[in-house]
């Protein structure tokens, strides 16, 4: 694997259309070797489209190809653990797509897999290497807000058409396959990203309830969590509001200023100070997962270190369980 990094993915769904499929084979020293998904039609046009020379119908004939040397896990939640493992025990180091697990305890078992294979555990938290937030983190390593206070995260949107269809609704709301719907969809992205920008968080607690009533999963939560550092956070979610309040924001309020900046919409970050406010647009990559993922590509090369591991995935797996209760 010194000179490339041959890929194989497991689950070739929509994330991998262009999020991050296309990145496996523009990244330097990267190819994308083979891919597999149950449904035998839909990987096969996948691999003619993208021009992959491979395809399966079984996680377990790809992870024998000797052409693949590393596995991208692009499942659904409920059964990123158990290809995972498969991957680090058939010898081939993974990059496993957001949540990491289902909970703090699979992403445990992960990393203790990882360490008695030696394979290393990359999580798929793409945000860690984009152009966008890393002018976040210069902004407030560069000391833009002053010491920093307090954090404070909103995040609300109206339901979806599909929500709003018994029987026609997506899997990101069965909780048996993507545990607690929206909240666990998107959530990750934002604790982990603070976690990036701050620091480990130490500490957090929550309240989740189902205010709509249009599936069984929790659709609106509250939390409450500190940084190591002291910085104590506030953050509410509703996946059930109208329209007129969706809002999706997070602000750092600093001794200096306030850094206004967006998780998923990539809005232009701003910088408030007193009446003042300079803004700055930053241009998002066509896949956006490309940036970490050849940074991964480099780290398994020997060269450098990818920002987001597992060991980054299971901390924020850690905070989610604790605002929902689980530990």
């Keep these: 694997m010194e000179n490339h990094v041959r890929w194989g993915i497991i689950g070739c769904g ?21 891919v597999m998904r149950r449904d035998g039609a839909k990987v096969a046009d996948f691999a003619r489209r993208h021009g992959v020379p491979k395809y399966y119908t079984r996680a377990e004939d790809l992870l024998a190809d000797p052409q693949v040397d590393a596995v991208y896990v ?34 445990t078992e992960m990393l203790k897999v990882s360490e008695e294979t030696g394979q290393k555990l990359f999580t798929a938290f793409y945000r860690r290497g984009l152009p966008y937030f890393l002018k976040v983190k210069s902004l407030l390593d560069g000391g833009a807000v002053g010491k920093v206070l307090t954090v404070g995260i909103r995040h609300c949107r109206a339901p979806l058409p599909s ?14 396959i993507a545990g607690e719907g929206y909240f666990y969809d998107l959530a990750p992205h934002t604790f982990d990203i603070l976690d990036f920008l701050l620091g480990e968080i130490a500490d957090a ?12 999963v929790k659709d609106t939560v509250s939390a409450s969590f500190r940084f190591k550092s002291g910085v104590p956070g506030t953050g509410a979610w509703c996946f059930v509001a109208p329209e007129s309040s969706a809002e999706e924001t997070v602000e750092i309020v600093g001794t200096a200023g306030k850094l206004c900046f967006s998780v998923f919409s990539f809005a232009p970050i701003r910088l408030v100070h007193g009446i003042e406010t300079e803004s700055y647009p930053v ?39 604790r605002i929902m209760g689980k530990s």
């Design 74 to 107: 692009a499942t659904p939640p409920s059964t990123h653990r158990e290809y995972a493992l498969m991957a680090m025990r058939a010898g081939k180091p993974v990059y496993v797509e957001k949540p990491m697990g289902m909970d703090y305890a699979q992403c």
């Design 163 to 176: 929500d709003l269809q018994p029987g026609g609704q997506s899997w990101r709301v069965d909780g048996g």
């Design 283 to 321: 241009e998002t990559p066509e896949h956006v997962q490309q940036p970490l993922i050849q940074e991964v590509v480099n780290d398994l090369r020997g060269i450098g270190q990818s920002p987001s591991t597992g060991a980054n995935g299971a901390r924020t797996a850690w905070v989610m369980d």
């Design 14 to 34: 929509d994330v991998c259309e262009k999020k991050s499929g296309p990145a496996f084979y523009k990244a330097e020293h990267s190819a994308l070797t083979a």
């Design 205 to 216: 607690c929550g309240y989740a309830e189902n205010r709509g009533g249009l599936y069984a």
